[in-house]
């Protein structure tokens, strides 16, 4: 069992921030930035999270009857209670059949929603699953390690289950300090505890659905893996021995935008994707977590 993706939108914001604004207000450069990570520039919010995710909800085009499940991924919401999804079931008038929740696995958290829509919907039933993110919100512009890294964004689509290959991997290895934010704090990070974790861990996860599928990396069509840095892509690509052309990027554009990075990247990319194809999806993020995905498109 599988999911068909019925429609894939994204929110364009317009405070575009290019590496030149750091370079003004801490001691780095744009060489820095772009070597170490393959970021030139990312957008700032001045919306909330439910501000994009509801306004990107409305631009979504499904069946009110056919949706039992609305889930919102997001780390760094304005918004405790209602959730956000239920904001947007009250907002869009949903049917009331419907499970609405937000879920907050930082950088892993559409692929996780996606794990999760896939084992909840029966057949014909449909989610809409969103990612929004406003982390220019909770960083500290005066740590140069993680303030240069970040973008702020939302994008979200609608599934309904299908019939097709689907197979999946998801793994939490406990971790309090490589990733962390309490709230009123700023996200705190061992930037390179992650990289090593990144390039460790996501070949194992994608070459477990290689295993458990029977396909062969050859006939892999695209990979759509969270966009966090350049090299981390390059290093996954080259231990699992699956060409870089195959990975889609657009980190050098978005920054990492944590959960909505795999949605903003599918939004951009998504007239590549032909019916049949192989696609894997791979984030990972706080936890420390990683999901993945091979299905059929
Ligand atoms: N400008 C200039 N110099 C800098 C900057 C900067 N912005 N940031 C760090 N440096 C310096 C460091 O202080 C260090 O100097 P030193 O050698 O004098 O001590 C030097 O550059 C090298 O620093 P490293 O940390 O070794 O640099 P590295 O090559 O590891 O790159 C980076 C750092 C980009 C953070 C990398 O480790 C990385 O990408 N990590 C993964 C981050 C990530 O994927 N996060 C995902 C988060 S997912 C989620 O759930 C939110």
Request: charged share 30%; glycine share 6%.
């Amino acid at each position: 069992m599988g999911l068909k993706f019925l429609d894939i939108k994204k929110i364009d914001l317009e405070n575009k921030i290019e590496n030149e604004y750091f370079t003004k207000i801490l001691d780095t450069s744009d060489e820095w930035i772009k070597s170490r990570t393959g970021i030139s520039s990312r957008y700032f919010a001045k919306e909330s999270v439910s501000d994009m995710a509801v306004e990107l909800a409305n631009k979504l085009n499904f069946d009110r009857e056919k949706i039992r499940l609305v889930l919102v991924a997001s780390f760094t919401s304005e918004r405790i209670l209602p959730s956000v999804a239920g904001l947007i079931n009250e907002k869009l008038n949903l049917n009331e059949n419907c499970l609405s929740a937000d879920i907050n696995m930082a950088c892993t958290g559409f692929v996780g929603a996606m794990i999760l829509a896939e084992r909840f919907l029966r057949d014909g039933e449909c989610a809409i699953l969103i990612a929004a993110e406003k982390i220019s919100s909770v960083l500290d512009f005066s740590d140069r390690t993680t303030s240069v890294l970040f973008g702020d964004g939302c994008a979200g689509v609608v599934v309904e289950k299908n019939n097709k290959l689907w197979v999946t991997d998801e793994k939490t290895y406990g971790d309090e300090k490589a990733l962390s934010m309490r709230k009123g704090e700023f996200v705190s990070m061992q930037g390179k505890d992650v990289y090593r974790f990144a390039v460790d861990k996501v070949p194992k996860s994608i070459e477990k659905l290689f295993e458990e599928s029977g396909i062969e990396k050859e006939d892999i069509d695209h990979v759509f893996a969270h966009q966090a840095n350049i090299r981390i892509l390059d290093q996954i690509s080259s231990k699992l021995d699956l060409d870089i052309d195959k990975f889609m990027v657009n980190v050098d554009k978005h920054g990492n935008t944590s959960a909505a990075s795999v949605p903003i990247l599918l939004a951009e990319k998504k007239e590549f994707l032909k019916d049949g194809d192989k696609v894997i999806f791979s984030a990972f993020g706080a936890g420390l977590s990683i999901c993945s995905v091979l299905m059929e498109w």
